[in-house]
């Protein structure tokens, strides 16, 4: 049986696991990243980490190679890094030549959130349909779009940076800015100064609030709260309407920290989908993530497969 070498960086953890065909974790680790060492010495505990996992490849196994998923815009075709945000020094750097000539294994790189839409697709709630669209909604929003069997790359492999739409073209406001974490906290914030009578107040402050605040208030009845709640989720449902739009996907796929811990946004964005969408999409699957804690690694394993064949 073949495997492959699925690498998540992050921003805190660094992460590297040997996957097989079916999509089974065989043996994973992970170290933190220490963004504040550098790129150099987090390069080496990529390789590192590669080295550990190869060790563990069963006797006589075939290892295909390795898949790497990593935030922030790159060339997948030509493997170079452009930037990445939260890790500096990566600027303008040919990460897949450099890994293969230090491991002397094949190596394919994509954006993660990319990764995270293969692996959907490949082993997870997507799986076996035609056309996906995957959208992770936490601190940003990420996305990556399957159309007739193929990841959607476009020119340069920048497609599927779904969180930059515009969604208030006087404000210039994104849907991640709408819609992200750090946007549904500025609101409350805004909402919380405006209403000395919330039980928010008991609850934390305007500076500090985020979504497990405004959740815990409307799960106690808390007006506000309960308005806020609503409103998140039509600003993710009003994104995915357009998603649905541009991308006319068989399947919706949700991941990320704002809607896995907060399951009644997926409802409410359906409840807009059902509004707002044209007729022939309001049937349209919008589920949760499969894969939770494991997309980051087999969304990276996934990647290298899909990109090989691509070549």
Wanted: a negative charge; hydrophobic letters at 45%; glycine letters at 14%.
């Amino acid at each position: 049986m073949p495997y492959t070498i699925g690498v998540d960086l992050g921003g805190t953890n660094l992460r590297a696991g040997l996957v097989d065909q079916d999509g089974v974790i065989l043996y994973d680790t992970k170290v933190d990243t220490k963004v504040d060492e550098g790129a150099q010495a987090i390069f080496g505990r990529m390789v590192a980490l590669i080295a550990d996992v190869q060790a563990h490849l069963p006797a006589g196994a075939q290892l295909d190679g390795v898949g790497i998923g990593v935030p922030g815009p790159l060339d997948p075709f030509a493997g170079f890094v452009f930037a990445m945000p939260n890790i500096k020094g990566f600027e303008n750097t040919p990460l897949r030549n450099m890994l293969q000539n230090a491991t002397g294994l094949d190596v394919e790189l994509g954006n993660d959130a990319n990764a995270a839409a293969v692996g959907e697709w490949i082993f997870g709630a997507g799986k076996g349909m035609r056309d996906l669209v995957y959208v992770t909604v936490s601190t940003g929003i990420g996305g990556g779009v399957i159309i007739d069997d193929h990841l959607l790359l476009g020119h340069r492999g920048s497609a599927g940076e779904v969180g930059h739409h515009i969604i208030d073209w006087h404000t210039r406001m994104s849907w991640e800015d709408t819609a992200a974490g750090p946007g549904f906290a500025a609101r409350a914030a805004a909402a919380m100064r405006a209403d000395a009578t919330t039980a928010l107040h008991s609850l934390t402050t305007p500076a500090a609030v985020q979504g497990h605040h405004i959740a815990q208030a409307a799960k106690n009845g808390d007006a506000l709260a309960l308005r806020l709640m609503d409103d998140e989720g039509e600003a993710i449902g009003a994104g995915l309407v357009n998603m649905l739009h541009l991308y006319s996907p068989a399947k919706i796929v949700l991941g990320g920290g704002v809607v896995i811990n907060n399951p009644q946004f997926v409802e409410r964005a359906r409840q807009v989908i059902a509004e707002r969408a044209l007729a022939v999409y309001r049937d349209v699957p919008v589920v949760m993530t499969e894969l939770g804690d494991r997309i980051g690694l087999l969304g990276a394993a996934a990647l290298y497969n899909h990109m090989r064949h691509r070549r």
